[in-house]
């Protein structure tokens, strides 16, 4: 089995169509409004302390994510958006490895990571990450960075 690379990108992959063409077949949107922001120049996390990565299994791109500024917070923090693992990578620990890359990214930077997902799934995934639930607006799930 070839080794997992996760690392930050500055251009989208071709291989991303074929992770958002499976993402969009499990009925979720938001690599295609990945795709479709960073062509048009709206997202390309390129603000100080955002940051788009990737992970790669050889040459296969199996997952992917971003991190942004938090648009809903008043105070500097992070969102994490635009995350997707191929549904034969999960399970194999490339998500757990994605967000503590994102983790450790968003403690040089923020306080606080926030995200909102919208299935049983995800949800659990999040809280086996850290995350703890929260019912803040816009925001599902919430990770504090300086509990020290």
Not at 30 to 35: E, G, K, N, S
Request: charged share 20%.
């Amino acid at each position: 089995m070839r080794q997992l690379q996760i690392q930050q990108i500055l251009h989208l992959p071709p291989q991303i169509l074929a992770l958002e063409k499976e993402a969009f077949a499990e009925g979720f949107r938001f690599l295609t409004r990945l795709i479709t922001e960073w062509h048009s120049g709206t997202n390309r996390f390129d603000v100080p302390g955002e940051c788009l990565m990737a992970a790669y299994q050889g040459d296969s791109l199996i997952g992917i994510g971003g991190l942004t500024v938090d648009p809903y917070s008043p105070t500097p923090t992070g969102r994490l958006r635009r995350f997707y693992i191929a549904a034969s990578s999960r399970g194999k620990h490339v998500g757990r490895n994605l967000v503590a890359n994102f983790v450790e990214r968003a403690s040089q930077r923020f306080d606080v990571i926030r995200l909102s997902t919208d299935t049983p799934e995800g949800d659990a995934f999040y809280l086996h990450c850290g995350f703890q639930r929260s019912h803040e607006d816009h925001t599902t799930h919430i990770m504090r960075l300086d509990d020290g």
